[in-house]
């Protein structure tokens, strides 16, 4: 009997090992205070660092299979564009001012990409099992982040003190725009079990209301790039893929509703009626403005000009020093600069073409739409339209949901294919696989290693130096 359980708890692991090392990742990252003196930010990167390790480990050993199988899957000209990009990116790590940051970060982008195929391979193959437990991982995190947020809401209402809006989302992440980045990504996911059914009138309204919530919270977070992203959204799928997304548009607007109704109650019209008032950000008074990305997209435009072919290193943009931050806010820019053009280009193009397969799929299917494919393909519409003007591929618990929604996605998508496999290409694949997951966990742990355990002293030194900290890998984000 305990040989028999043994067999099952590795057969589990091994069908959905990257679900569940996922899920720990994220819970950790933001349920787990590691010490007062660790930033937030350096608490998600060492829990990233943590997955993506643990990943490279699982890819040496058992997971090889499954990434050679997403390949196969993929056209062979996304492969070909993968490993063009990736061969760029570390001739431009090698050449770079600093290898050891820029390795680090070249590796870590890989055993993402990585991470999102292991996804991929396990949605497809596990299909409805695998959705169950992701969509319950993806609630349970929303869950968790707006008890804690909500949490300092109760505290200082109790209190009777001024409301800080600012400092509500401090306790869980280090600044609220990354709140605002995940919940670009998570908002389209929330309207999933809706959509599906076969919830009973409470479990509906309870989920309706945790939607309205994360509305919500993304108001009073103030946060212009989210809003941005949420409308382009809902313009691509109104505009390419009216109908078969008109009912998850209908249920945003409603949440949206309730969420501003939220808003003025809890944020607004409370706190005046007991006299404690409310510093609220009012953004509606600057839309338009850029806060400095404009400085930032000129010098990386001009260090592009400088270094159109393999840039100036992955990382690189935090060795240039500015006033403004240590990444272009601009995730096509940033690629360019640090990449080079070429690569850039390579990891774009598939990019571009997986989504509007997405979209191409949702308008085939409109008499059955899927509710899944829907809510996934906003939020990966949403992660990219935020990408343009917000560090979404730079922020450590960013790039780690990301990773889930695109392995997701892209098993969900893959479902129904049936591949015959190449022997000898799968030979190579799998020995390709091998040496650049050995590089890149050496990598990684390299860059990582000398970093993690002092960075409480080495922020607190930047703070009373009054050097800025932009955040890039790291809480202080310029390099050296």
């Not at 992440?173 to 076969?198: E, K, M, T």
């Not at 096509?332 to 600069?337: C, N, P």
Request: contains cysteine.
């Amino acid at each position: 009997m305990v040989g028999i359980n043994k067999l099952t708890v590795a057969l589990a692991f091994r069908a959905c090992g990257a679900l569940i090392l996922m899920g720990a990742a994220l819970f950790t990252g933001v349920a787990i205070d590691f010490a007062p003196s660790f930033a937030w930010y350096d608490q998600h990167r060492i829990a990233q660092a943590s997955l993506l390790g643990a990943t490279a480990l699982g890819v040496l050993t058992g997971w090889r299979k499954s990434i050679v199988t997403s390949l196969e899957q993929l056209p062979g000209w996304v492969v070909v564009a993968f490993s063009s990009s990736f061969g760029l990116g570390l001739l431009s790590a090698i050449a770079s001012t600093y290898p050891r940051f820029a390795l680090l970060e070249w590796a870590t982008l890989l055993l993402l990409l990585g991470l999102a195929l292991l996804l991929a391979d396990q949605a497809n193959k596990g299909k409805a099992r695998f959705d169950i437990w992701s969509n319950r991982l993806v609630i349970s995190l929303a869950v968790v982040i707006a008890l804690k947020i909500m949490t300092g809401y109760l505290a200082a209402m109790t209190a009777m003190v001024r409301l800080d809006t600012i400092m509500l989302f401090e306790g869980t992440f280090s600044n609220r725009r990354f709140f605002g980045q995940v919940a670009s990504i998570i908002v389209p996911l929330l309207a999933y079990p809706l959509l599906r059914g076969g919830l009973s009138r409470s479990a509906q309204a309870a989920l309706f209301l945790l939607l309205a919530l994360w509305w919500m919270l993304v108001i009073v977070s103030g946060t212009r790039g989210t809003w941005m992203a949420l409308i382009v959204v809902a313009a691509v799928l109104a505009l390419f893929a009216w109908r078969a997304s008109v009912d998850w548009l209908r249920i945003q607007v409603c949440a949206l509703g309730l969420g501003v109704l939220l808003f003025w109650t809890l944020f607004v019209w409370l706190p005046i009626w007991i006299g404690l008032g409310a510093s609220l950000e009012n953004r509606l008074e600057n839309l338009a403005a850029l806060s400095g990305r404009e400085v930032l997209w000129s010098l990386a435009v001009a260090l592009i000009q400088e270094n159109p072919w393999v840039g100036i290193g992955p990382m690189h943009f935090a060795a240039v020093r500015n006033d403004f931050g240590a990444h272009p806010h601009n995730a096509v820019l940033q690629l360019a600069v640090e990449w080079g053009v070429p690569a850039t280009l390579a990891l774009l193009l598939p990019a571009t073409v997986g989504l509007l397969r997405l979209l191409d799929r949702l308008r085939q299917n409109v008499a059955a739409p899927n509710a899944l494919l829907v809510c996934l393909t906003a939020s990966l519409l949403a992660a990219s339209a935020q990408s343009l003007v917000d560090g979404v591929i730079v922020v450590p618990y960013t790039q780690t949901l990301l990773a889930l929604t695109a392995g997701w996605a892209l098993g969900v998508y893959f479902r129904g294919t049936v591949v015959t496999p190449a022997i000898l290409g799968s030979s190579l694949m799998r020995l390709s696989i091998f040496v650049l997951s050995l590089f890149a966990l050496a990598a990684l742990f390299n860059g990582v290693i000398p970093e993690a355990l002092n960075r409480p002293e080495v922020t607190q030194m930047h703070v009373e130096a009054g050097v800025p900290i932009p955040a890039r890998y790291w809480g202080v984000g310029w390099i050296p």
